[in-house]
């Protein structure tokens, strides 16, 4: 779908041991699959859309922080979003519904820019050291 509008996008999938029916899907043009980097950082800030299509997913997705934290707009499962404090900053779709997702925030790159930064304030303000660590402070203050 996103293809058919947008004949020159690529799509990356990064990440360990894609199973081999992902392995494949490098063959494809304008398809890339990673495995394993050493950073993915480079990816997430070549990218105009962070996509996490997780059907299944444990805990906190780090990827989808990851994506936020460097202001990239995210389009995400409901399971790869799910534990995550992100207060509409994420574009949530179900595997249908993506691809529509993806065009829309190409289709309004100021838009996209917004919700990234607005992603990028929210994983500081939630998820950031001060954050975390305001927690530990009010645990170690004595009793009054």
Do not use: C
């Amino acid at each position: 779908m996103i293809r058919a509008v947008h004949a020159d996008a690529g799509f990356a999938i990064v990440g360990r041991n894609p199973p081999g029916e992902v392995r494949a899907l490098d063959e494809r043009a304008g398809m890339t699959v990673t495995g394993e980097v050493a950073d993915v950082r480079p990816w997430i800030a070549a990218a105009d859309v962070v996509v996490a299509p997780l059907g299944i997913a444990r805990g906190i997705q780090n990827k989808v922080l990851e994506a936020m934290a460097m202001a990239r707009p995210v389009v995400a499962s409901p399971q790869a979003a799910e534990g995550i404090d992100h207060d509409d900053t994420i574009r949530m779709a179900d595997n249908r519904q993506q691809a529509r997702a993806v065009l829309g925030l190409l289709a309004d790159p100021a838009g996209a820019a917004t919700l990234g930064q607005a992603a990028r304030a929210r994983v500081i303000a939630r998820y950031g050291w001060d954050a975390r660590l305001a927690l530990l402070d009010a645990l170690m203050e004595p009793a009054a």
